[in-house]
């Protein structure tokens, strides 16, 4: 697509249950990066992808927060037994790598998580 | 580790004034920095960006920004804003290693609010 795609737009979910979020990067782009907003805590860094591997998860809060990639391409960011705490916005962005490290991140609209 | 500082949570300006935002940042190695901004409801829209080269960079919609290292300063101007400025603007860095993944530290970010 010639955008960052994440789905859904907005998730409301209970306490205790688990969630999946889902980016679909930029074409082409093998760089892939998840990142929170929420009121307390500004923007923060969760995990980046190279690829299917992810060389860098010092973000992810806890345990419970897990992310994967496939084929290179569309990346999931599940929450397991969500928490209030984790109502945010989940923003993902892509790059291409081939001009790192000054390549540009592309973000997506990003998918609204409510906790109730 | 990195750190980025907006001064200011809200900037409130009438509309074709100038604005100034501040971003102060940290960093023990050599950094690349951005100004990203984000319209009501959407994801994160790069603004401007400091690779490498003239410290003033400029975007197509009349803001410019100028890199400071010994102040370690990236401050964000525009002599003259409309209406539609109204957003948020992120100020972000990036470590300049390939091997850091580019991830990006951001600010708390500032909300303008132009008024007519």
């Known amino acids: 697509g010639a955008g960052v795609s994440q789905s859904p737009s907005n998730k409301v979910t209970e306490k205790g249950k688990d969630v999946e979020l889902r980016c679909d990067p930029i074409?082409?782009?093998?760089?892939l990066y998840w990142y929170r907003q929420s009121l307390g805590q500004g923007l923060e860094f969760l995990i980046y992808?190279?690829?299917?591997?992810?060389?860098?998860k010092s973000g992810l809060p806890s345990d419970r927060f897990s992310a994967e990639r496939t084929g290179g391409s569309v990346s999931t960011l599940t929450i397991q037994r969500t928490q209030q705490e984790d109502s945010a916005v989940y923003l993902c962005?892509?790059?291409?790598?081939?001009?790192?490290?000054?390549?540009?991140?592309?973000f997506g609209a990003g998918t609204r998580l409510s906790v109730l | 580790a990195q750190s980025v500082t907006q001064l200011d949570s809200q900037v409130p300006v009438f509309e074709e004034a100038p604005v100034e935002l501040r971003c102060n940042y940290s960093?023990?190695?050599?950094?690349?920095l951005f100004w990203y901004v984000q319209y009501p409801n959407q994801g994160l829209q790069l603004l401007l960006k400091?690779?490498?080269?003239?410290?003033l960079v400029e975007s197509i919609n009349g803001f410019e920004a100028e890199f400071n290292k010994s102040q370690t300063s990236f401050h964000l101007r525009k002599p003259s804003v409309h209406i539609s400025d109204t957003a948020e603007y992120f100020c972000?860095?990036?470590?300049?290693?390939?091997?850091?993944?580019?991830?990006?530290?951001f600010g708390g970010g500032t909300r303008v609010l132009v008024k007519p």
């Open positions: 962005a892509s790059s291409s790598w081939t001009s790192a490290p000054k390549n540009i991140q592309y």
């Open positions: 074409s082409g782009h093998t760089a």
């Open positions: 992808f190279q690829g299917n591997s992810a060389p860098d």
């Open positions: 960093s023990s190695v050599s950094v690349y």
């Open positions: 400091y690779l490498s080269g003239s410290t």
């Open positions: 972000a860095v990036s470590e300049g290693i390939k091997a850091a993944g580019n991830k990006l530290t």
